[in-house]
Every structure is written in structure tokens, then in C-alpha cells.
């Protein structure tokens, strides 16, 4: 969790250099990585027909030898090409995995990784996990936050690490019963028992409470649902992580994963609709619109 707690950061960072020049001269980083790189897009192909967020590939910003190497699909070419670098002057840890607009760039979302995840088992199943956060962004992201009032108050208060910080209760007794037994009245497609649970909660919770925990079943469980449909791809075991007490942030991606694929079974189809899915996701108990 501690790593999570740089992501927002490093948008200061590339906003505060974002003179710095484009990469012109042949770079041996580039040579280390173009191999790696090269394989994100035969994945593409085998992911793509999960879901549309699989069918493009995102920048990639690779943190080594305390610089940021930006890498861009050419356009037109399934290659990636380097094309910026710029001093890390945060000190980002290795095991970075995040999503982020990069302010230098336009605004253009991009996968901020460090170089041992193209080594790892699951690494790139985690990059596809943060392009479905790209993909989320160019969609409808922006759009989704500006109707939360937990993210004006936050934007009110420059409080850019809301979607991290956010003091939820997660240990709080009710909130561990009815969200548990929420998982398995999604899990057993127990409709009744899934809307009787989920509007208790919605009545428990703080307007701002139900807008944090909904955001993020959109955000991450999205995200995680789509994750354990490549990890059934490539023949990697399911990602279950935040399903156990105690929870914390993480089960809402667990949970997300777990009531987007109970809507998708009632509705077949909506999860390719991310507004929709968000409003389906929010709405407690009331009909998916």
C-alpha cells in the first residue's frame, strides 16, 4: 500500500518538468525494453476479445536509473518507441504499478511501471490491468468523478489522494457482515438477498461513504474483473485479494469484481457499457438502468 501512496504524486512530477526534451539518440533502455514491450501487443490480441478496454494499447512509462522513460505506441505500428525522458527526482520504489494522466503530454493517460513487472508471472495481466484504468479515463472518468460530491469537496480542498486516503470505516462491524455476506449472495446469484443487503448498506453508509465505496467497485473491481478474465487467458490462478477480514481499500476491488460479474450475469453486455455499469453499480437496489 505504501507504493500506492506515490501515484497521484508523480503527476506534480511530470508537470514540474515538462520542458524536458523529447529522446532523440538511440538510448540502451529503449534497446532493454523493446522485446518486453514488443510482447504487450501479442497479448492484445488474445485479451481484445474480452472486452473493448482490452483492444488498445496505452503509453508506457517505465522508472529506471532515476529517470521516467515514456514509451508510445506508433502510430499505425505495433512497436513502442521511446519518446521522452525525464529525471525522477521523487525516488519511486521499485513495484510501481499505477495509471495517470501525464500533464506534460496533454493529459494523455499512460502505464507508469518499473522494469522487473516484464519478469513477473502476472506482470503483464497488472500493465492490462492499469490500461482498463487508461481505458476508463478516456472514456468517461472525468465525467463520472465531477457528479461526486466527495470528489468536488476533495478538488475544493486540493485534496488530490482522496481516492487513497479516503478515511473509510472498514473495520466497523455492520459494514464487515453486510459486505461479506454480500459476496456470497453475489457469488450464489441470490438477486433477493443481493438488494435486500445492498440497500441496507446504501442506508447505512454516508452520502459520501456510498459514493466512495461505489466509485470504487466501478474503478477497481472493473478493473480486477477484467484482470481474472486474462488470468483465465494465460492460465494464472484468480486474483482474490480483499475478499478476507480485515478489509481494507482493496476489498472494494474484490467486491467490484464480484457485483460486475453478478450484473453482467443479470444483464449480459452492460459491463461493456462503462457508464451504464457505473449507474447499474451505484444504484443499490433499484433496477440497472
Request: neutral net charge; glycine residues 6%.
Amino acid at each position: 500500500m505504501k507504493r500506492t501512496l506515490v501515484f497521484l504524486s508523480l503527476a506534480l512530477l511530470v508537470q514540474a518538468l515538462g520542458m524536458a526534451g523529447a529522446q532523440e539518440a538511440k538510448d540502451p533502455v529503449a534497446d532493454k525494453y523493446s522485446a518486453p514491450l514488443q510482447k504487450i501487443f501479442d497479448l492484445e490480441a488474445r485479451f481484445a476479445p474480452l472486452h473493448p478496454a482490452l483492444g488498445k494499447v496505452y503509453p508506457v512509462a517505465i522508472v529506471e536509473n532515476k529517470k521516467f522513460y515514456f514509451f508510445d505506441p506508433a502510430p499505425g505500428e505495433k512497436v513502442y518507441r521511446l519518446v521522452r525522458t525525464v529525471p525522477d527526482t521523487f525516488n519511486i520504489l521499485t513495484g510501481i504499478r499505477a495509471a495517470m494522466p501525464l500533464a506534460f503530454w496533454d493529459n494523455r493517460i499512460a502505464c507508469v511501471v518499473t522494469g522487473e513487472i516484464f519478469g513477473e508471472p502476472d506482470g503483464y495481466v497488472f500493465i492490462f490491468h492499469e490500461f482498463v484504468h487508461c481505458a476508463q479515463w478516456d472514456c468517461c472518468e472525468q465525467k463520472l468523478k465531477e457528479g461526486l460530491s466527495i470528489y468536488r469537496e476533495a478538488m475544493k480542498n486540493k485534496d488530490c489522494m482522496w481516492e487513497l486516503q479516503y478515511p473509510f470505516l472498514y473495520m466497523n462491524p455492520a459494514f464487515i457482515k453486510s459486505y461479506f455476506a454480500l459476496f456470497k449472495a453475489w457469488d450464489g446469484n441470490d438477486t433477493a438477498a443481493a438488494e435486500s443487503l445492498r440497500a441496507t448498506l446504501d442506508k447505512a453508509l454516508s452520502p459520501a461513504e456510498w459514493e466512495y465505496l461505489t466509485w470504487q467497485e466501478w474503478k477497481e473491481g472493473l478493473a480486477r474483473y477484467l484482470e481474472n478474465r486474462m488470468r483465465e487467458v494465460v492460465g494464472l490462478p484468480e486474483n482474490k485479494g480483499g475478499e478476507n477480514p480485515p478489509f481494507n481499500r482493496v476489498t472494494f476491488y474484490r467486491g467490484g469484481d464480484k457485483l460486475i460479474g453478478f450484473l453482467e450475469r443479470r444483464r449480459p453486455g452492460i459491463v461493456n457499457d462503462l457508464e451504464k455499469l457505473y449507474l447499474g453499480i451505484s444504484a443499490a437496489k433499484k433496477e440497472i438502468p
